[in-house]
């Protein structure tokens, strides 16, 4: 588990960022292709339509879908995402991943289901990096 988070309300001392290594270790995931554990991540997105990543996608997120086909890869090169991660074990068609290689897409594997894979990093970037703002309602 990360426990850089407890440093994150200190004064005066820098919190390293959440990287694709974090992700890689608090989803015990498999790393599939383009292994860069050290691409800073600066959120997730959680989906299996690439029409909603491409809607609502932060440049730098990690998408975890459980589309393992050439789709997701594609989505996360347009959308600049900082990696896929499959989840439920799933693993990627041959061309998925040669397109990851060719796209220098980071692409790994949990066994994780979505849900609980989404909830893990949500809480685990939240403790290495603060939490995420709350909406203000306009209204």
């Known amino acids: 588990m990360i426990t850089r988070g407890s440093d994150a309300g ?3 001392q820098a919190v390293p960022p959440f990287t694709l290594a974090d992700v890689r270790d608090v989803l015990d995931a498999r790393v599939i292709a383009c292994p860069a554990p050290g691409v800073t ?6 989906a299996d339509l690439m029409s909603d990543v491409l809607v609502v996608h932060r440049p730098g997120a990690v998408l975890l879908t459980g589309l393992a086909n050439v789709q997701a ?7 600049d ?9 799933k693993l990627p068609t041959p061309d998925a991943a040669l397109l990851a290689e060719e796209e220098h897409v980071p692409l790994l594997v949990t066994s994780l289901p979505m ?10 970037l ?3 990096t603060g939490p995420a ?3 203000q309602d306009d209204g």
């Open 41 to 46: 991540v600066a959120g997730v997105v959680a």
């Open 126 to 128: 939240a403790a290495a």
């Open 10 to 12: 200190v004064p005066g």
């Open 81 to 89: 995402l900082a990696a896929v991660v499959l989840v439920s074990g």
């Open 73 to 79: 890869v594609r989505t996360a090169a347009i959308a």
């Open 133 to 135: 703002p709350t909406p």
């Open 115 to 124: 849900f609980e894979a989404a909830g893990t990093l949500f809480s685990a």
